[in-house]
């Protein structure tokens, strides 16, 4: 194991002649015949070969060791482009690049005729990604466990500015880091109902029958660590049906009907997130979520009756799920169903099995985001799970009457079960009973679910909960995206702090460094104007890299505000308006965001953002003074090329309802200054890099609640208190921006004036808008802002994924690292 940069054995020859045999071998062809996606899908199957070698090694160590395992279990996995990352990992870049250029070819040409894989979303599904990687390169045994998407959630483009989703056919070419592994295809059990059937005993006890089988299929993803041997597994699941079609169906020649059973199964794993505004989306999603589960902890349960029988006692001691959200919650119901069921262990054992294998993360302080759903819904699905979570619930409830007799309101909020028609199952409350922990993901996050969201819970069992603050990968996120950055800080500190990122703290002694800070803004420069070039091909305007980049890349959702950084942008345009000669710091707004199709109010925020760029970007007293760029399809690719060049990172949300965030660690790591509130990780990334080095604005989460909970301030004394406001607002109204969807658009002004401003907006505008003139201020001094930048990425180490993972282990799964030697 390496502590720097990974080196390889491998000579370019080699590297050439596997090349050569995969293109000739797999593409039936030779180079004077092969297309780009040819050369590129020989390179990738030529570096997945070197991975399997090492997953070889890795497997055989883990049959002799038998490690406990921590088996991660996410609905969305947001990878990325696999390629360079995997030749950087396996110290194999420098030797494919000067393979590529024997043969012609360019290999960062290649690299980027790469698609993003349509295997996630958000933040969710890139913090799964970045712990796959950490968990490799500390040398965790893992498994990753997700749904093998036909179509990603979709692509964005826009048509008179309006969002427009079209499919995300990533698979479309062939997608060559996968491993189909027929051989360890499972069984799942779906529909059908339970009778009660006598036993030997004379006792009844539950049976599960007339179900239907749908068979999973892993698509496994290897996962190189960087600087060690260790390969892990993200192993994703298709769904098949048991049979082609039914035979006897076809050969009374209803074809259309004989396949219908295959296309209704394969139809779960067709398109992440199905639309969950109708019955059968809905019923989609159900599905989804338990067949994740029910594939999974039959492999788990399969890999470990292989090493260990059926010593049932020993399975927590080498088993863990790790469950990402709520999603994967139905893993209690499952490993119960399948200890009590097939495993014919009694209860009692069998829940302390359960909960003691699993711990649950939690994601969201959002009400609307704590899952939720239909008992009769999941009893036509899964109904003996119905039957064990209804046990699971008496059992608890009535342990907790021993200790709230009395608190009847208590015992409600806590139940699994909720009230109502239909009544419905609460999936977090499930995941925190049938687990041994529950982590949030930032201090102040875990402390609001503690105090707000689940307050219950965590009186009844304060041992269980604790902090666990994201973090992000510093090899994909400042190696990898950011290679003069990083080559820059090797430079200065060695290149060590690519597995270490504490080591970064080294750096802080060069911000007062003039040549250091010179060299800092100049690797800056370039970034802005690679990002420029590319902001030119997908925006149609090319924006001045001399400007400040004040960046907003994440999900487009009303509590993280890109309405109020809009109204900023509409503020400062109209300064210009009232005097063209005034001298301001020019600036580039980039905006990079998807809205949820059924999301409305979203969608128009987005068509509000593009109106405005029409507007500014072509009024000739703006001058080019200031730009607004809303570049379509956000995805990581696109993520990685934003992020090295940003000047400014917008984290504006809400107090108090950004679970923590992983845009601000990964902006902030290249150097940006972040403009924010004190929520989420904001909190922590403010005490690390010191309240000078960040701008901050904005009610705190109490004085949000207060604010909300009296209903002191209402929107419209601030518009009557603020003339700049109070303009900003009336063109949201008058239809300034909107073109020719004044009415559509007015739909924000109502939901600001008329509707109470849930989120914020004008309460928070004065201190935001003056926030950012202090950033004008800054950004006027090049050597000021250079050393609060470098201070920013110093103060960085504690932000990486490394960390959180090394404390999951400790603190929850009770993980020891497993180093692999060289095979």
Known sequence: MSNGSPTSVVTPEEFRERFMHSLRYSRGMEMYQAEPRDLLAALKLTVREYLIDRAVTTAETYRETKPKTVHYLSLEFLLGRLLRNNLISTGLLPVAREAMEGLGLDLDNLIDEESDPGLGNGGLGRLAACFLDSLATLDYPSFGYGLHYDYGMFRQRFEDGWQVEYPDNWLEGGFPWALTRHDRMVEVQIGGRVEWIQGASGKHRPRWVGWKTIHGIPEDILIAGYGTQTVSILRLWSAQASSEFDFQIFSQGDYLRAVEEREQVEAITKVLYPADDTEAGRRLRLVQEYFLVSCSVRDVVNRFMRAHGDDWDLFPDKVAFQLNDTHPALTVAELMRYLLDEAGIKWVRAWDITRAACSYTNHTLLPEAMETWPVPLMESLIPRHVQIIYEINRRFIESMRERYAQDHGRLQRMSILSDGNPKRFRMANLAIVGTHRVNGVAKLHTELLKTRVIPDFAETWPERFLAITNGVTPRRWLHSCNPRLSEAISRKIGSSWVRDLEQLKELARFADDTSFQEEFMEIKAANKNDLADELQRLCGTRPDPSSLFDVQIKRLHEYKRQLLNLMHVIATYRRIKADPTIDIVPRTFIFGAKAAPAYHMAKLIIRLINGVADVVNTDTDVDGRICVLFPPDYRVTLAEQIIPAADISEQISTAGMEASGTGNMKLSLNGALTIGTLDGANVEIREAVGDENFFLFGLTAAEVEECRISGAKQPWSYYSADKELADVIDDLK??????????????????????????????????????????????????????????????????????????????????????????
Not at 765 to 772: E, I, L, P
């Open 734 to 823: 008058d239809g300034t921006f909107a073109g020719s969807d004044t009415t559509p658009l007015r739909e924000i002004w109502s939901s600001l004036m008329e509707h109470g401003d849930y989120y914020l907006n004008l309460a928070d505008f004065r201190s935001y808008v003056d926030s950012q003139r202090r950033v004008d201020e800054l950004y006027r001094d090049p050597h000021a802002w250079a050393a609060a930048a470098i201070r920013n990425v110093a103060a960085m180490g504690y932000f990486s994924s490394d960390r959180a993972i090394t404390q999951y282990a400790k603190e929850i799964w009770n993980l020891e690292p497993v180093p692999i030697q060289r095979g």
